[in-house]
């Protein structure tokens, strides 16, 4: 039979090769090794860890390097070039960038390696009319959901560029981001085909459940996805861990910069996600949280090990192979719990469908549609906030549930990138969510992150003050590049000194890039396009409507070391910030309503975003747009689901109404992310 077949043939694949730094299984099954003895997995989240720092030292030295040549082409036109010389003088006054690549499906993903592309020194024209070296310059990308399957390409391809896979885009199967076909459908009208990727991904997911870990929707959706990141691994690089990065030569030398990608925990009980769950990320060497509710980092290596308060159950054993990089980017971009917990029947009988055809027995259906971290690497651990008196559930539970990174409605990677720790300047916010009602952004997204400092769970995180959606949309600063936060005098409310924000929305240049999100499959031609426009968004045209934009970037990089030594700011810099900060204004027809009164928090809150109350609103924003996708694709599906051979069992070959349920049923996962 032919799963059984490819099974076998599997097995064998995974016995004959053999990859340094890979899985020890070598396939996407973790396993037990030996580990020190005295091993201590976690720790609290009381600052950064050891090998994050002692990676800094090498990529500041980096970083200087590339920023003096970026800065030094940005301010060639400037009459006083003081600042830029007092800067370089003293290396602890080099700025630090930060990128924040948002979700939004494959709209996301191509749009953020467009943007990028315009900062990289590698892409044609970059230096010429581009942003070119800002990216050599860059010290932490964050990422998440579309946005992880963009940043996860680049630096799992061994920190290749955009203008590399845009050079060799094509059609075939070694060619990254061939997107031809869908995921789920990858062999288009040729079944032999897709019922052989189901079976590959049927076989990893089963090595996993046999090696003794619960298994989702979540890890089939990443390895789904996976095969056209990774066409030159076996089988997408099903045996790929994320730790590997802690090897690849590009980073430790510090060329690429440091990857965050994040995901949410969702409440065991399966309360909602909102922006009251912990937001967990995964770095190069640990997984963790800044939040109170899981107050802690462990090593992301040995994830999967069975721990209590982070010592292996079992002395000196520990598991590899769990940290799988399909898998968190999978994580990253999970949606599924979404689908799931809506109440339409359809979507609960496609879930099923799924879960059966990929899963058989393997799943429970509480948890088929969450990414299971399991068993917990916090069990155990005092890392949380006691303050109230409450124990944390995440350091009791099992397992860990977790979903899609921007499930909250912070669509952009923020929190990592605004921690005090990490002393980031300026944060580059490219935002490709979907918000406004013609799939270009409103702001909301923004402005979720901007809330989240005045509850509970972010009273230790800083964000700069934002209008509301509706005058972001009035003002047109969901249009065009803003910078947020250019003074520190109008931030000293704030828990601390935010990052300046660049915000560089998806905006149409050459190219109507509000591509829908039903769109699964793109040619050659318009994955290019889509790219090319993110490049022009990310440089007002090529520099075309403003030949000064460099200019301004270099100030926005500049500002807040220029702010802390007190350094004289040159005339060009505030004409630039004239041009492209928020003034504070909530619209054009009445004029600045400063936003900064040095009243409480709450009342802070509500002058600023002009959007009443004292809660956070995403979460209904998020099940509406949800609900309304669901309602409009319902009937499609269920006309197609009338005739299907309910019956069918995926191992005795795929049923083409089958076939054609994933497809309605995955348009609908791609028209949220
Ligand atoms: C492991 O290290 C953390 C952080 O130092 C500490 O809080 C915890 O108690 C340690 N675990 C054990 C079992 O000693
Ligand atoms: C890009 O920047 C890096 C770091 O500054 C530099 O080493 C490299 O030569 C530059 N490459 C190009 C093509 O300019
Ligand atoms: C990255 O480079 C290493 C060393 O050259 C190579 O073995 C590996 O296959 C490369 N990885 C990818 C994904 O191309
Ligand atoms: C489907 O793909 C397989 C494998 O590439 C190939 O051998 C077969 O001829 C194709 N079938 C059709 C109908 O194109
Ligand atoms: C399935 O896995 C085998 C073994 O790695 C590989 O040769 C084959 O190309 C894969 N097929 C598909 C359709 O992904
Ligand atoms: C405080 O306790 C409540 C339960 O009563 C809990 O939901 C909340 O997360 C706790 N807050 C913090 C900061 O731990
Ligand atoms: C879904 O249906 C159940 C049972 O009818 C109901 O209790 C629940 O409130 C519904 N949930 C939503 C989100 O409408
Ligand atoms: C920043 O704000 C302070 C007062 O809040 C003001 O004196 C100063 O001129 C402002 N600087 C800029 C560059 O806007
Ligand atoms: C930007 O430059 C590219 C490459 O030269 C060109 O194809 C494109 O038309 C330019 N776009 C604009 C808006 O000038
Ligand atoms: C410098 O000025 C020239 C001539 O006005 C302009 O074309 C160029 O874009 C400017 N460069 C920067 C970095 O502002
Ligand atoms: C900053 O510099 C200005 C002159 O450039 C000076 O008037 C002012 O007192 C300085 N402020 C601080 C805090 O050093
Ligand atoms: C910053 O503060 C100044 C002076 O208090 C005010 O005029 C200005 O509007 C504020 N800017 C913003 C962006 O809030």
Redesign the pocket.
Known sequence: MLLKDLILSATLVSLVEVANAWSPTNGYAPATVDCDKNINLTRAASGLSESESSWLQKKDASTKEALLSFLTRSTTNFTDTSLLDALFKNSSDIPRVGIAASGGGYRAMFGGAGMVAAMDNRT??ANE?GLGGLLQGTTYLSALSGGSWFASTIVFNNWTSVQEIVDQMSDTNNSIWNTAQSPFTPGGTNNTITTERYANITSAVNDKYNAGFPVSLADVWGLAFAYSFFPTLPQGGVGYTWSTLQEIEQFTNAEMPFLIELTKVQKANGDSVDLNSPTVEINPFEIGSWDPSINGFSEVKYLGTNVSNGIPIVEGKCVEGFDNVDFFFGTSSNLIEYIDASNVTTYKYLINELATLFLGNQSTSSTRDMALYSPNPFKGTSFYDKSNGTVSEYVTDEELLMIDGGSDGQTIPFTPLMRKERNVDVVFALDYSSDGSDSYPNGLSVVNSYERQFLDIGKNEAFPYVPGVDAFVELGLNKRPVFFGCNSTNLTDLAYIPPLVVYLPNAE??YASNVSTFQQSFDVTERKELI?NA??AA?M??M??DPEFLSCIGCAVMRRKQEQQNLTWPEECEKCFSKYCWDGSLSKSTSVSNTTSSTSNNVTYSNATGISGTTAVPTADISSSVSSVVRSASATASSNSSTSARSTNFGTGLNINRGFLLFSFVNIFLSII
């Open positions: 044609e024209g009319y240049y050459s090319q490049f022009e440089t045209g090529n075309t409507k």
